[in-house]
């Protein structure tokens, strides 16, 4: 942000600029700070000898004096850490690649501007990281730097081809920090895309930003390291953050049935429906909790990375409008993922008066599906499996062509069936929305996956 | 004194306003914590360009932290798993009102700082901070004027509840209360200006009604220096008549050092003497080097014999100034050297052996360090740096006797950075009326003095960690002197004599202050009663067994004492009732009011001598 009004007059009189010395007639002298979007306009950010930032209040009588302009060269030095890398000889580190897309995970602070920012040259990376060069060879590239709710699948793309590189080139892993929001759409249309991928995969996001002592950027990365190098026949995407709110361990888990449970806790990737793959600590002790993992013997990576724009997710609640299915029709979408209620509900039946809408929502739908559109049922319960033949309900959405989603997640739904659409014919892909392709559906609902914690 | 001696106090004082960033409660708890997560912390890399070398050091340690929470009264915040709750209007405010009383200005719009701190007290790896004021003035006695250069308001730490081995156990119940942090200008002269000054400040907080009570909830940092030393900071004084105690032992540290490091001290060689210890009897030696991974690291210092037998301070040697200094940068515990040795069942055929080995002469100072070679290496490089006075500004701890330990080196401004989770805050947006104006510290005390409290008691009242069990005590209908003095008089007599006032917690005061306002104790059994209950007695057994004696039972117990010394009653007259009434109170142990026994006394001698 940039001064405006009284203050930038100020300013410009007095002939300085963010960074320079200057001093107020009040009595304040410091250096001049980059006016921050929340501070009132009126208001000039002077950082004080003693490290405190203060919001002084301007007229148009404020006097303010430039002491001194800034050093030209002046920036943030590089930080002290050196690595210990210590390569014995017949030492066979793992390669890894790390791709960087922005999130948490990679942010750093400006010491002058407080900003945060991205900066992802190596020996930055050796800086913030320095434990994993311990641990793996490794390379380091900055695909895209963006906060994860901006990610399309456009971006997907960028990442599947990178990867394809990756593996060409012979990495024993691939490494994506990536921000925490949109993780697991990612890791679920990953899945999807790379066809007989033959390495392991490893998103990992921090929840607490690096540039803080408590960041859990360091050990999700660490420990995503140690995975890829002790990864015996694993093959597949996964996703690599805390597993509980110690500093303990993290889960490996699995990429389509993986969800961020919290908004703000370490912990927060939580497999659903499933397992996790396996825990890991940072020193490198693995501990495997599932055992049919995907195994790459034999595999040959073949990409499918074209992307369906038009699918919607649409999560039912009471007072569902049909309007918001109308949208979904006149705008030519080819899929939909509804988000049900319960086992995969919604108000289809009219019973008295203040019901009479309910009935519209069926007629949509079926329209909708007879003219092409796939619609794959999910459950807003996250947790359980969908099942549309226990109430009439979800038998007339059966009827009118719905096909439910089993125990896959809405999000994984979404992206898979975005994916399906992209690369197979409408037909194959409501063949196989309900079939598991990448781990996505288990046949089994097991007792001991339902809200366990680490 | 010094000429040029300058002295600075910056003050810190919790407030029972709940928490700054969150709304659980600000209550310390000593019950068993119900959740327990244990964390790392690391410097990060950037936002400060070069690390702070004390977090380099602890991360090097590979320290793990223990934090210890509570279900009920904390959450997701102090965890460091949920971003910041706005900042607490409520306690914004009392630092807003005490800018007001010391004519401070207010910051128009508050931006919340981080300040790094990696020693595990802050969960997050810094303690969020904001400065509220500048330029305020405080008046001391005769008219001195210091300045209150900032006040700000900030989160506490955690506490510590102590260490096992590498690890720091931390609990999270104090971490988040918000502080009040008021400092001055170093203008203080005197070892006891800096107490005024304290008191004063300490007096102006109490008058928020906001501060809370206790030890602990009161915390005062020292900045002093001497001409020609190092400003150093001493945290955490908890009472303010230790005050001058510390300003004093700090002035002759620095004083004692400056003359100790005047002519510089000649650093000599390093040299392995693990094989004159091979054999040796001393016990902590042997246990190392027997598991096969100790080493004896020598240093010798030449012409240095007995520097570290100086005395800093009465009560503190050089020598262990600079183990305390080497312990906090390597964590090896301990050195022997020659100023000390024989001793420790190093034998004088060891030492003999152990100068030959070093070269070193009787007038040389030989230094020996026993440990893995890594660690005996940074010990003596601490102890070299210390010997060369290449330390800079520090940071040391208040110990309980007066005396002070190295911490860390003084912090800089380049700690602080902003913290961007919580915004900034305009004062004309959320303070559009005016602030509140607080009562002065005049203005209490009067209203203490007009209780019948004199000044002094008033005074101490005023600034007692109990006052709120005086508040009590009064709201019960226990006269106001009586309160006072019980509280400000005989608990500290008691402690002074060895008494472990500790047990006497708040509500156990509130409770005897409870059964003297019914009368079933009187006032005169107090202080036996306070020392009963230090000794771990029950109250209520103590009550039953002191119960009021009745009217019946007195005239009973001095009929007999009469009828016993009727030769005394009848030689003394009327003059025996004074001198039969020690023996009477001493007998009935405080169980009856002094003037019920005076009555009763006077009637029997009266009836005594007319029926003679």
């Known amino acids: 942000m940039v001064y405006a009004g009284i203050v ?57 004096g430039l002491v001194s302009k800034k050093l030209s060269a002046e920036k943030i030095p590089e930080a002290s850490i050196t690595p210990h890398q ?188 499933d397992f ?36 919607g997710l649409v999560k039912i609640h009471p007072d569902f409008d049909p309007a918001l299915l109308k949208f979904y029709e006149s705008s030519g979408y080819r899929g939909l993922v509804l988000e049900g209620t319960g086992l995969g509900h919604m108000p289809v039946t009219e019973l008295d008066e203040f019901t009479t809408s309910n009935k519209e929502n069926l007629k949509i739908l079926k329209r909708m599906i007879e003219n092409g559109c796939v619609v794959v049922m999910t459950t807003q319960t996250i947790y359980g499996r969908v099942d549309m033949n226990i109430y009439s309900t979800g038998r007339d959405l059966l009827k009118a062509g719905v096909i439910g989603g089993e125990d896959m997640l809405s999000e994984t739904a979404f992206v898979k069936l975005k994916w399906l659409l992209g690369n197979f014919t409408a037909e194959r892909a409501k063949e196989l929305v309900g079939k598991n392709l990448r781990g996505e559906i288990t046949e089994r609902t097991l007792p001991d996956t339902f809200l366990r914690h680490g | 004194m010094e000429q040029k001696l300058k002295i600075g106090i910056e003050i810190h004082q919790q407030l029972n306003t709940g928490k700054l960033f969150c709304s659980c409660p600000s209550l310390l708890r000593n019950d068993a914590p119900g959740i327990v997560v244990t964390r790392k912390l690391r410097p990060s890399a950037g936002e400060l360009g070069n690390i702070d070398p004390a977090a380099l050091h602890e991360f090097g340690m590979g320290k793990t932290f223990v934090y210890e929470a509570y ?43 981080r300040k790094t701190i990696i020693d595990g007290s802050c969960v997050s790896g810094f303690q969020r901070t904001s400065l509220v004021a500048v330029g305020g003035k405080l008046k001391l006695k005769g008219g001195k004027t210091i300045g209150i250069p900032t006040i ?45 000054a304290a008191e004063k400040i300490g007096m102006l907080l109490r008058c928020t009604g906001r501060a809370m009570r206790g030890i602990g909830t009161i915390r005062q940092d020292l900045n002093v220096s001497i001409d020609g030393g190092a400003r150093t900071e001493i945290k955490g004084v908890q009472w303010l008549n230790l005050i001058p105690l510390f300003v004093e032992n700090e002035i002759k540290r620095q004083e004692s050092l400056r003359e100790i490091f005047k002519g510089g001290i000649k650093i000599g060689g390093k040299k392995d003497a693990t094989g004159v210890f091979r054999n040796t009897k001393c016990k902590i030696i042997a246990d190392k080097l027997a598991n096969g991974s100790g080493v004896v690291l020598s240093l010798t210092v030449p012409g240095s014999a007995g520097l570290f037998k100086k005395e800093l301070h009465p009560g503190k040697r050089f020598g262990r100034e600079v183990a305390e200094y080497a312990k906090a940068r390597s964590g ?130 005023f600034l007692s960690e109990r006052a709120d069990v005086f508040d009590k005590a009064i709201s019960l209908g226990v006269q106001p002197t009586i309160a006072a003095t019980t509280l400000e008089q005989t608990i500290p007599y008691l402690r002074r004599k060895g008494a472990k006032v500790d047990a006497l917690s708040d509500e156990k005061l509130v409770a005897v202050f409870e059964v003297l306002s019914k009368n079933s104790i009187t006032k005169e059994i107090l202080p036996d009663l306070l020392e009963k209950l230090c000794a771990g007695s029950r109250l209520e057994e103590l009550v039953a067994t002191t119960k009021m004696a009745s009217d019946d039972e007195v005239e009973k117990m001095v009929s007999q004492l009469v009828l016993e010394k009727m030769d005394y009653v009848k030689a003394q007259k009327e003059r025996a009732v004074g001198g039969l009434m020690g023996l009477a109170m001493e007998r009935l142990k405080g169980r009856a009011d002094g003037k019920v026994i005076s009555a009763i006394l006077k009637k029997k001698v009266a009836e005594a001598l007319g029926s003679h």
């Open chain 1, 8 to 64: 930038k007059k100020l300013i410009e009189k007095a002939g300085a600029s963010e960074g320079d010395t200057i001093v107020l007639d009040s009595g304040f002298n410091g250096i001049l700070m980059p006016h921050t979007g929340s501070s009132e306009p009126d208001t000039i950010i002077v950082k004080l000898g003693s490290g405190y930032n203060v919001g002084i209040r301007c007229t148009t009588a404020t006097k303010v």
């Open chain 1, 86 to 273: 210590q390569k014995a000889p017949g030492d066979s580190k793992p390669k890894i690649a790390i791709l960087h897309t922005g999130g948490t995970i990679a942010s750093r602070v400006d010491a002058r501007t407080g900003a945060v920012f991205s900066s992802f040259k190596p020996e930055d990376l050796i800086a913030m990281f320095p434990e994993v060069l311990e641990i793996a060879d490794v390379e380091s590239k900055l695909v895209r730097n963006m906060l994860s709710e901006d990610i399309t699948s456009e971006h997907y793309k960028l990442l599947a081809d990178e990867i394809a590189r990756q593996v060409a080139s012979g990495v024993d892993g691939v490494i994506i920090g990536h921000g925490t929001d949109t993780l697991h759409y990612t890791a679920a249309a990953l899945s999807f895309m790379l066809d007989g991928l033959p390495i392991p995969v490893i998103f990992v996001g921090a929840q607490r930003s690096s540039d803080r002592g408590s960041s859990d950027a360091a050990m999700n990365l660490v420990c995503a390291s140690r995975f890829i190098a002790k990864r015996g026949d694993f093959a597949g995407v996964a996703i690599c953050l805390h597993g509980k709110m110690d500093d303990d361990y993290c889960l490996i888990n699995p990429g389509c049935k993986t969800r961020k449970m919290h908004s703000s806790r370490r912990d927060a990737f939580q497999a659903i429906n």
């Open chain 1, 276 to 311: 996790s793959t396996a825990k890991v600590w940072p020193d490198g002790r693995l501990e495997w909790l599932k055992k049919d993992h995907p195994a790459c013997a034999g595999k040959k990576l073949e990409l499918f990375t074209k992307m369906e724009k038009r699918v």
């Open chain 2, 71 to 113: 279900s009920d009264t904390t959450c997701l915040v102090e965890l460091d798993e949920e971003p910041p709750h706005k900042m607490n209007l409520e306690a914004l405010e009392v630092a807003l009102q005490v800018a007001h009383a010391v004519g401070a200005r207010p910051i128009d719009e508050i931006q919340v700082m």
């Open chain 2, 152 to 196: 700000g308001i900030e989160e506490d730490a955690a506490r510590i509840m102590g260490s096992q081995g590498r690890d720091a156990v931390y609990r999270l119940d104090r971490a988040g209360i918000p502080l009040i942090e008021i400092a001055t200008t170093p203008d203080i002269s005197s070892p006891d200006e800096a107490r005024e």
């Open chain 2, 332 to 461: 090896v515990g301990g050195f022997f050297h020659t100023d000390e040795l024989p001793a420790y069942g190093i034998t004088p055929g060891e030492v003999e052996a152990l100068r030959t080995r070093m070269g070193a002469h009787e007038g040389d100072l030989v230094i020996i360090v026993c440990e893995k070679p890594a660690s005996a290496d940074k010990a003596l490089s601490a102890i070299i740096e210390r010997l060369e006075n290449k330390m800079g500004e520090e940071t040391r701890r208040a110990n309980e006797d007066g005396s002070t330990s190295y911490m860390r080196p003084l912090p800089g401004a380049g700690r602080l950075y902003p913290e961007t989770d919580s915004p900034q805050i305009s004062l004309k947006k959320k303070f559009p009326g005016p602030i509140p104006e607080i009562e002065t510290p005049e203005q209490k005390l009067s209203r203490l003095e007009k209780l019948g409290l004199n000044l002094e008691l008033a005074k101490s009242v």
